[in-house]
């Protein structure tokens, strides 16, 4: 979905008409113990401003901790944006091989993870190892 600056509130960007082309594919990868959120994974296939926060929005989805595009609810009292690139990958331009970099997550993220989801479906989930290839399909 083509994305822009916003037409009504400039610090926002949105799905707009005569935007630039963006691709995101989500794929959701464990929900939480009271089933109310879900830990969910992204591939962007372009590269633009506030990319994942507008489609997710598009969705009627949020990221915890975005007061800029999500809920504003007295649940989501999150002290900042909880997302985190965990895995980046580039294909090396003379080679042509696949380099993968992992960022663990922030502890305040795992702290969160771990009073509200099954760590170990977690960390099933995202396995380096395996990680990207729930996203080969595409």
Do not use: C, W
Not at 26 to 37: A, G, H, T, W
Not at 79 to 96: E, N, S, T, W
Not at 105 to 131: G, N
Request: aromatic share 10%; net charge positive.
């Amino acid at each position: 979905k083509p994305i822009a600056r916003h037409p009504k509130n400039r610090l926002k960007m949105g799905i707009v008409e005569g935007g630039r082309e963006a691709k995101t594919f989500f794929k959701k990868l464990v929900p939480s113990l009271d089933e109310k959120s879900e830990l969910v994974g992204a591939k962007l296939f372009t590269g633009r401003t506030h990319q994942i926060r507008v489609h997710l929005g598009s969705l009627h989805r949020h990221i915890l901790g975005d007061g800029l595009y999500g809920f504003k609810g007295s649940s989501d009292k999150i002290p900042r944006v909880f997302l985190h690139a965990y895995m980046l990958y580039l294909i090396h331009p003379k080679d042509g091989r696949r380099l993968n970099f992992i960022a663990q997550l922030p502890d305040d993220i795992k702290d969160y993870l771990q009073r509200h989801f099954d760590m170990e479906r977690v960390y099933d989930a995202i396995d380096p190892d395996t990680f990207a290839s729930r996203f080969d399909a595409l």
